[in-house]
């Protein structure tokens, strides 16, 4: 049986082209399986029903390796559990190596796409650990020339203590005193737990 998983990252996302795809392939709409949902991690609701449906010899059809997933790591796991423990093969539309059909036309089907895989897997830690390496060499170039970075430092009014001392003291109420410190509620609840742990 084929199968077919087409995934976009929102709802607002189109699905079209990658529906278009699977119907020149002869797939109908009931063996299409299709998520609008980050591509993070594998907690999504049609793929988790897709792959229960997976059985040895089937065939699963994805237009880019991406659709899969984002994170390379958990790609190659998903795609041994397809394809080494159900048995299961890929075909991945925009890269004909990954291919794990053995036919005629395709002898190392399965050697080739696991050697592909583990290359794309190579190649994105790599640029994953370089972005890690230029935010950081970034961020310490920019704290030498005394550019802060996170919030700036809240300034209590001058007027805090004495306020609280009296709501503390249920001279005036929570409205009041927010109104008088002319602060937010989260901000006065956040400040005000920390004077009364002081």
């Known amino acids: ?3 077919a998983y087409v995934r976009v990252s929102s709802i607002t996302q189109n699905i079209d082209r990658q529906t278009e795809e699977m119907y020149k392939l002869g797939l109908t709409k009931k063996q ?11 907690e ?3 793929y988790k029903v897709l792959k229960k449906r997976l059985k040895k010899g089937d065939l699963l059809i994805i237009k880019s390796i991406d659709r899969l997933g984002r994170n390379y790591d958990m790609i190659i796991e998903e795609w041994i559990d ?18 794990t059909r ?3 036309k395709n002898l190392v ?29 970034g ?21 805090f203590d004495n306020i609280m001392f009296k709501y503390d003291n249920k001279e005036i ?21 920390i004077w009364k742990e002081k």
């Open 1 to 3: 049986m084929k199968y």
């Open 32 to 42: 299409i399986y299709i998520d609008k949902l980050s591509g993070k991690d594998f």
């Open 44 to 46: 999504r609701p049609r």
């Open 82 to 99: 397809i394809t080494k423990n159900i048995e299961c093969d890929i075909l991945v539309l925009d890269m004909p190596l990954l291919d």
């Open 102 to 104: 053995i036919d005629g």
């Open 109 to 137: 089907g399965k050697f080739i796409s696991d050697i592909v895989l583990q290359i794309l897997s190579f190649v994105a830690q790599n640029e994953r650990e370089n972005i890690k390496q230029r935010q950081a060499e």
């Open 139 to 159: 961020i310490r170039i920019a704290k030498e020339k005394g550019i802060k970075f996170g919030r700036p430092k809240y300034n209590l009014p001058a007027n």
């Open 173 to 193: 109420s929570y409205h009041e005193a927010i109104k008088e410190l002319n602060m937010a509620r989260g901000t006065f609840y956040k400040y005000a737990k």
